[in-house]
């Protein structure tokens, strides 16, 4: 069965440093999603994105954060200068239809802010 | 505004004992339902579509328009049906395609 990718499964870094989190979608879908999930909290929304470009965004989702689908296979999150609240569980997803289709989420990357 | 109640933070039951894990939902317009798993250390999982109407691993699930409720059920519980249980709501139209979890519950299944 086809999988969403993401690496690292773990990353560390130190406040105010760049990090990128990388996601291999599934090859024929079409919409790609970031959500996080902070330590014992439910999952967020973060950032939807169709066709090259970002179709929606959360409150989450400032200027701090960017997307892109640089090779037409890998979707990545960027963080400009994390913070310690930055820290959480990151998941991509992605999907072939947005109605009644569920999406495939990858297996996470948990970022550690120290 | 799109809200997903689940209102149990943790369930434990016996082993062949029936299970509903509840999930009651707020949204305006016509939604989508999910329940996804998440077992220990592991990706989420489709569990459920209320699309579908169909059974995963022994569990349904209704969507109740009237009371805003997509429970899942479960006749008689396993122990590998020990995870943690996300109900989701998709709207749908406009830029309301994305995901909007519950706080999840854990489910415990005691030999």
């Known amino acids: 069965e086809p999988e969403v990718t993401q690496t690292p499964s773990h990353q560390v870094t130190q406040m105010g440093q760049e990090v990128i989190l990388r996601c291999v979608p599934i090859?024929?879908?079409?919409?790609f999603y970031w959500y996080r999930q902070i330590l014992g909290q439910k999952v967020e929304f973060l950032v939807s994105f169709y066709n090259n470009e970002i179709s929606e965004k959360s409150e989450i989702f400032d200027d701090q954060f960017s997307v892109e689908r640089p090779d037409g296979s890998n979707f990545t999150l960027k963080i400009r200068s994390t913070k310690l609240e930055d820290s959480a569980m990151y998941f991509c997803?992605?999907?072939?239809?947005?109605?009644?289709?569920?999406?495939?989420f990858g297996s996470g990357t948990r970022l550690t802010v120290v | 505004a799109q809200r997903v109640t689940q209102p149990e933070k943790l369930l434990s039951v016996f082993k062949g004992a029936p299970v509903e894990l509840k999930c009651n939902y707020s949204?305006?317009?016509?939604?989508?339902l999910f329940w996804y798993v998440q077992y220990s250390r592991q990706r989420l999982q489709l569990l459920l579509r209320h699309i579908s109407r169909e059974s995963i691993k022994g569990f349904t699930a209704d969507l109740n328009k009237g009371e805003t409720s997509f429970h899942l059920k479960k006749p008689f519980a396993q122990e590998e049906d020990s995870a943690m249980y996300y109900c989701a709501l998709k709207g749908s139209g406009g830029s309301n395609y994305k995901l909007t979890f519950g706080k999840g519950t854990l489910l415990t299944v005691n030999p």
């Open positions: 090859s024929n879908h079409l919409y």
């Open positions: 949204y305006s317009g016509s939604p989508e």
């Open positions: 997803a992605s999907t072939l239809f947005r109605d009644n289709y569920g999406y495939t």
